[in-house]
């Protein structure tokens, strides 16, 4: 009898486990295409498909199809909110209470009391007065941009935005203050120069068609040298003066003082509050430590105004982004800020940090004796995010050289082969490991990797 490839029914049954796993549909999808290839390989003189290979080629192809859309990432490049990685990563308080809130049905938009729709904000409102001691009213959309974009077509569409010429940022992705402004519908008016602008640049240029006067955080880059730049407090007396709102673009968010997390000089949200800008917005997931989103402080004459304008509906969080921020606030409001994760990890002490690279060369000798030449170094990280750019993060670091071999092959291993996959940085001849950014977990879970790293590969 000629030997024949397996029957599609004979493979169905012998698949119960991948069947269990990814379903029915999924499973003789693949299976089809994959005795359609091997049949037509083996009518030109390739080898007979048997069932084992078969089987196993379909599990890899369904595991590969049905990877979650986010992995698992150990961040060993010292560089904290690191926005290709996600930024701030979350209180384990807040997912936990995420999921035994979101499992079931909230009042997201009712107002149980009165029986009738509610505004989403009202309660994150409340929390945002109690911590700033402010009065101003909470607008929350699904990212900073969001927010800036919301506010100039609240306030200025079809009308000129005085701006600086020195604050027409450039944000991540390519996105330009410039084209934002003209997405709103805003009429940008820059006045001075790249390097030096002055009050008397925008009180010259305020008139009949001003609709907003903005000042924007340089949040990612500095100018330094011949400088001159307009402080808020003095843009917000002006703005009383022309009788035009001022907004203010913070970006970062940060709600402790600079210090508090090793930070010599970063704006707060205390001090732009202070200085009373109408409408304030700035990113929740940079140093504020929460989800992605952009959060709008305003002042409540305009709160309505911003409730109204249709692009919000277009623009606003999810039920998620409120359970989350609702935690996060709750830890700044009880004085526990330390366990939101990325401000923990921002002001970690050196002798901690110290320690946890010791800890981390320990492990790896233990776990891959003689395989790996290591190094406990001093190193800097980054803030990241766009946040506080010259600032440098003393980041004690392990530096790692296979044996024999190349370091560029481990860097790739670590990163692009097994789970979870590891972000380090490569300097000349050595893979260098930042612990600032690394957990506990983390760095066990690293130990582990290079003990998975081929032999062969550093002979």
């Known amino acids: 009898m000629t030997a024949r490839p397996p029957r599609m029914d004979k493979l169905l049954a012998s698949a ?16 089809t295409q994959l005795l359609e290839d091997s049949k037509r390989t083996w009518r ?16 890899e192809r369904l595991r590969e199809s049905f990877r979650p859309p986010l992995r698992r990432v150990i961040n060993a490049t010292g560089v904290v909110l690191h926005t290709n990685l996600g930024r701030a990563p979350l209180p384990a308080q807040a997912l936990e209470a995420a999921a035994k809130l979101l499992s079931g049905y909230v009042d997201l938009e009712l107002d149980l009391e009165a029986r009738g729709r509610g505004h989403r904000d009202a309660r994150l409102e409340a929390a945002f007065k109690d911590l700033f001691g402010t009065d101003r009213s909470l607008v929350v959309v699904n990212n900073n941009a969001a927010a800036t974009l919301l506010m100039l077509n609240t306030l200025s569409a079809g009308k000129e935005t005085i701006v600086s010429r020195g604050e027409l940022v450039e944000i991540g992705g390519g996105f330009r203050m410039p084209e934002v402004m003209a997405a709103s519908g805003a009429l940008l008016k820059e006045v001075g120069t790249t390097n030096r602008t002055r009050l008397s640049d925008y ?23 011949f400088t001159e730049d307009v402080s808020l407090e003095a843009l917000v007396a002006l703005g009383c003066e022309v009788k035009k709102p001022v907004g203010f673009d913070l970006g970062s968010g940060l709600a402790l003082s600079p210090a508090s997390i090793g930070l010599a000089d970063e704006p707060t949200i205390t001090a732009a509050l202070a200085a009373g800008p109408d409408a304030l917005c700035f990113s929740a997931d940079k140093l504020f430590g929460a989800c992605q989103a952009g959060l709008l402080l305003i002042t409540p004459k305009l709160a309505g105004r911003f409730r109204k304008n249709p692009l919000l509906r277009a623009m606003r969080a999810d039920k998620m982004a409120y359970a989350t921020l609702g935690t996060v ?19 970690a002490p050196a002798p901690l ?13 233990r776990a891959a004796p003689g395989r790996f030449v290591l190094e ?8 990241g995010g766009g946040c506080a750019p010259l600032e440098s993060l003393p980041s004690p670091a392990v530096t790692v050289v296979p044996a024999a071999g190349k370091s560029r092959e481990l860097e790739a291993f670590l990163r692009s082969v097994g789970e979870p996959p590891v972000l380090g940085l490569l300097a000349g001849d050595r893979v260098v490991l930042h612990v600032r950014t690394m957990t506990d977990d983390d760095i066990r879970d690293l130990a582990a990797r290079l003990k998975e790293y081929p032999e062969e590969a550093s002979k």
Do not use: Q
Request: charged share 30%; glycine share 12%; hydrophobic share 40%.
């Open 16 to 31: 119960s486990a991948l069947r269990e796993v990814f379903g029915e549909r999924a499973l003789h999808a693949c299976l």
């Open 203 to 225: 009180k010259k240029a305020a008139g009949r068609n001003t609709g907003l006067l903005l000042k924007v955080h340089t949040s990612n880059y500095r100018i330094r040298g």
């Open 329 to 347: 606030l709750d830890l700044y409001r009880r004085g526990r800020w330390r366990e939101i994760p990325a401000l923990a990890l921002l002001g």
């Open 44 to 59: 030109f003189g390739g080898p007979l498909p048997d069932e084992g290979s078969l089987l196993e080629r379909a599990g």
């Open 353 to 365: 940090l110290a320690s946890k690279a010791r800890r981390l060369k320990r492990l790896i000798e």
């Open 376 to 383: 406990v170094v001093d190193a800097e990280g980054r803030v």
